[in-house]
């Protein structure tokens, strides 16, 4: 089954410190892996995905399918990362449809 | 419009009524997508639509809810005789292309009591 595992609920740094999020998946086939970011009061919103290879607010991600992971990673957190990061999957057989994993609070303290 | 429209952003029916959520995608957008999030837990998949066509329903529950995006229209999800359970946020997104970016809009939270 298809499925998207963030293990952390709620993840708390401290500014500066480095961060990782934790996302595995499962998927027959070959995924297309993306991470979604919702800060406060505002829309769940693309933050980056696998295909591009890109940095972005300096989180990178890299798609590991030996292990099927996805870990989101910043080397040094800052107080404005602090949001609700959501793993996702695309469903690339047919539909396209994502599934998305339960989330991950993020708090970056001071 | 630039963004993905949702109305109402609360609404609150009696246990057995009727609830009826709208969604206007971007301008331009051909596919939308209807999840449900109980309790701000995972995102449940519910249907997604290119143009006024079904593209995919495997989420939908087969009674009680459906959903329609006609021409010159909102998108609407409307649930049927409402229960408890069907309390949570309703988000739409829509996306430009197949397998392009979703862009989600602020949510519909259902409270049924």
């Known amino acids: 089954a298809q499925r998207v595992t963030q293990p952390e609920k709620l993840l708390s740094v401290f500014k500066g410190a480095p961060v990782e999020l934790k996302c595995n998946y499962s998927y027959s086939g070959s995924p297309e892996l993306f991470w979604y970011v919702q800060y406060s009061r505002q829309r769940l919103q693309l933050l980056l995905r696998h295909i591009s290879r890109e940095s972005i607010k300096g989180f990178t991600a890299d798609l590991n399918k030996g292990e099927t992971s996805f870990h989101l990673k910043k080397p040094f957190a800052q107080e404005e990362d602090s949001a609700m990061y959501y793993c996702?999957?695309?469903?690339?057989?047919?539909?396209?449809?994502?599934?998305f994993g339960t989330g991950t609070r993020l708090k970056v303290l001071a | 419009g630039e963004e993905v429209a949702q109305t109402p952003k609360h609404l609150v029916r009696g246990e057995g009524q009727k609830a009826k959520l709208y969604c206007a995608p971007i301008?331009?957008?051909?596919?939308v997508f209807w999840y449900q999030q109980v309790l701000k837990n995972e995102f449940k998949f519910l249907i997604s639509?290119?143009?006024?066509?079904?593209?995919?329903e495997t989420g939908m529950p087969k009674e009680r809810f459906s959903a329609k995006c006609l021409p010159n229209s909102p998108c609407s999800l409307e649930i049927q005789a409402t229960k408890l359970e069907d309390s949570a946020v309703y988000f739409c997104?829509?996306?430009?292309?197949?397998?392009?970016?979703?862009?989600f809009g602020e949510g519909s939270r259902l409270t049924v009591l």
């Open positions: 997104a829509s996306s430009q292309l197949k397998g392009g970016e979703l862009f």
């Open positions: 301008k331009g957008h051909s596919y």
């Open positions: 639509f290119q143009n006024e066509n079904v593209f995919d």
């Open positions: 996702a999957l695309r469903d690339r057989s047919g539909t396209y449809k994502y599934i």
